[in-house]
């Protein structure tokens, strides 16, 4: 048996996290609460790449990077980037 040490890899509603290794500029990832003074709550947002290749996003204090914990990037989701047109 295995027991997994690492961050929850969901929120407490089963709403899976995004990993950082399936993100890549152009996704649209959304924040839960509480990211800081900068990031509305369930903000959306275009995830950016910058010269470093360092995944970001933009916000009220210019960029917001995104860092993982273990691959995870707790209290944020991955959305569909391209919706299907109706
Ligand atoms: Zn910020």
């Known amino acids: 048996m295995t027991i997994y040490n690492?961050?929850?890899k969901a929120d407490v509603h089963g709403r899976e996290y995004a990993?950082?290794?399936?993100?890549?500029?152009?996704c649209?990832?959304?924040f839960d609460e509480e990211h800081g003074d900068c990031m509305p709550?369930?903000?959306v947002r275009l995830v950016k790449?910058?010269?470093?290749?360092?995944?970001?996003?933009?916000?009220?204090?210019?960029?917001?990077?995104?860092i993982d914990d273990e691959g995870i990037l707790v209290g944020v989701?991955?959305?569909?980037s391209k919706p299907r047109a109706a």
Request: contains cysteine; aromatic residues 6%; proline residues 5%.
């Open 41 to 43: 709550d369930q903000a």
């Open 19 to 26: 990993r950082i290794g399936s993100l890549r500029a152009g």
């Open 28 to 30: 649209l990832v959304q």
């Open 77 to 80: 989701y991955r959305m569909e």
């Open 49 to 66: 790449c910058d010269a470093d290749g360092e995944l970001y996003v933009e916000c009220s204090c210019g960029r917001h990077l995104l």
């Open 6 to 8: 690492g961050p929850p």
